[in-house]
């Protein structure tokens, strides 16, 4: 498994050097911080489709599983295990086999 990143507050990327407070250093926080608005964005939008995605396939294994369990249920109640088990022999004993012996 992939180790997961640790659920606290998303922290924002730091420069190394600190830069001097002009005009074009705060054009430049505004357009990092318009890039990561973005980007999270659209984290968020393909976490919501995924979740989608997942919700949709836990309905699907749900109605699967109860169809499965009626066939089960109505496998159960209708046939007897006596006259299962039966009904192979039986029809190996009343077939007709022609058998043919080789000899190698």
């Given at each position: 498994m992939r180790p997961r990143p640790s659920q606290g507050q998303i922290r924002p990327k730091v420069s190394t050097l600190p830069r001097q407070t002009t005009e074009a250093a705060a054009y430049l926080d505004i357009y990092k911080l318009v890039n990561e608005r973005k980007r999270l964005q659209q984290e968020l939008e393909?976490?919501?489709q995924?979740?989608?995605r997942i919700q949709q396939r836990l309905t699907t294994i749900e109605s699967q599983v109860e169809q499965l369990e009626q066939t089960a249920?109505?496998?159960r109640d209708s046939?007897?295990?006596e006259a299962n088990?039966?009904?192979p022999t039986e029809a190996i004993a009343?077939?007709?086999f022609n058998t043919l012996f080789l000899e190698y």
């Open positions: 393909m976490l919501e995924r979740r989608d249920r109505r496998l046939i007897p295990l088990l039966a009904r009343a077939a007709n």
